[in-house]
């Protein structure tokens, strides 16, 4: 795997990147399969590229699970501010959620969860409110 530092590393072949510290932009990657976005202090999940599979998203301030991409299937967002599990994408495999604020779960993603079998770690799921 290959660490992007500047725009000028990155080139179409590219399937994984780490960026930490606030680093630089990366656009256009269609060839992404791994992102790494750890203690960025970013509060919102938005413009994650479609073809993603593996998402880290830990230690940031990130209060709502949206905008994940629907194949992905491992999704890491450790030590945020969720409170409630949702808009969980039909093919997640596994999910860490350690050290939220998480009581309240929505019942299509309480059976996503269920039906894909995925591993959730963090969170016992069978102990929160089901929302509509």
Request: proline share 2%; no cysteine.
């Amino acid at each position: 795997m290959k660490t992007i530092k500047t725009e000028q590393e990155y080139d179409k072949k590219t399937q994984a990147v780490f960026i930490t510290e606030n680093g630089v932009l990366i656009k256009d990657i269609k060839s992404l399969k791994v992102l790494y976005l750890r203690d960025n202090k970013i509060t919102k999940i938005e413009n994650i590229p479609e073809d993603l599979k593996v998402l880290y998203l830990g230690w940031n301030k990130i209060t709502k699970i949206e905008n994940i991409p629907e194949g992905l299937k491992e999704l890491y967002l450790s030590e945020n501010k969720i409170t409630k599990i949702e808009n969980i994408p039909e093919d997640l495999k596994v999910l860490y959620l350690r050290d939220n604020k998480i009581t309240k779960i929505e019942k299509k993603s309480l059976e996503i969860l269920k039906r894909n079998k995925t591993r959730v770690y963090g969170v016992e799921i069978d102990k929160l409110e089901v929302e509509k």
